[in-house]
């Protein structure tokens, strides 16, 4: 069984591009959630998507925004990059997301900007 | 208050000794509450998982949740220095679907 794919692992942006990261969830997993990982301020919520809605959002500007397909696939925009935006970013999925379900992180895409 | 505490060690502990790693959290609701290993440069892959009061085990793994106190913890029986790793721990507040993670506490494994 595929786990959870993130494409791309790295990436180098300027200040000022704009990024996609996309994020394919465990087969028959629904639930997607992003988020961003710095040595300073660990794990951050940045939002979760289910069926297509987006179900929970984090405490980031609107500058961060995403999406998710039919299939269950994912996708996470950030534009206007800044130099803060340094990290790496984790996508997770669980089957429905509910309250008894754990998720399973995909490798990560390490984001640098400079 | 941060949602999710956990001391940032480093926890150093001899080979074959017990860790112990714990965790307090803020929402008196939760109702799930994880432990993730993450070693480094790699994403988290989770360990254990525990809804109800007490403790569960799973090899050398024990979980243990006190709701009153609003603490869980995590103890690794006969450490191996494979384990040395940061360890998250992750709840899941009230009735919402996100898991909210703290800081992670980094668990030395010494030879």
């Known amino acids: 069984k595929a786990g959870v794919t993130q494409t791309p692992r790295y990436l180098i942006k300027t200040r000022g591009q704009q990024v996609t990261l996309s994020c394919s969830p465990i087969?028959?997993?629904?639930?997607v959630s992003w988020y961003q990982q710095t040595p300073g301020q660990g794990l951050q919520f940045l939002f979760e998507y289910f069926s297509e809605t987006q179900r929970n959002k984090g405490n980031f500007p609107g500058r961060f925004s995403g999406r998710q397909f039919s299939n269950s696939r994912s996708e996470m925009n950030v534009s206007t990059l800044e130099l803060g935006d340094s990290a790496l970013y984790l996508c997770?999925?669980?089957?429905?997301?509910?309250?008894?379900?754990?998720?399973?992180f995909g490798s990560g895409t390490r984001l640098t900007v400079v | 208050q941060k949602e999710v505490e956990q001391n940032s060690g480093p926890l150093s502990v001899p080979e074959g000794a017990i860790a112990s790693l714990n965790c307090t959290y803020s929402d008196r609701v939760s109702q799930s509450f994880f432990w993730y290993r993450q070693y480094s440069g790699k994403s988290p892959e989770l360990i254990m998982s525990i809804y109800s009061n007490g403790d569960k085990e799973d090899g050398r793994f024990t979980a243990q949740l006190n709701k009153a106190s609003q603490y869980v913890s995590l103890l690794i029986r006969d450490s191996q220095p494979s384990d040395s790793a940061t360890y998250l721990c992750?709840?899941?507040?009230?009735?919402?679907?996100?898991?909210?993670f703290g800081t992670g506490t980094r668990l030395q494994v010494t030879l």
């Open positions: 992750a709840v899941r507040p009230g009735t919402a679907s996100k898991l909210t």
């Open positions: 997770a999925s669980s089957t429905d997301g509910g309250q008894g379900y754990g998720y399973t």
């Open positions: 087969s028959g997993h629904r639930s």
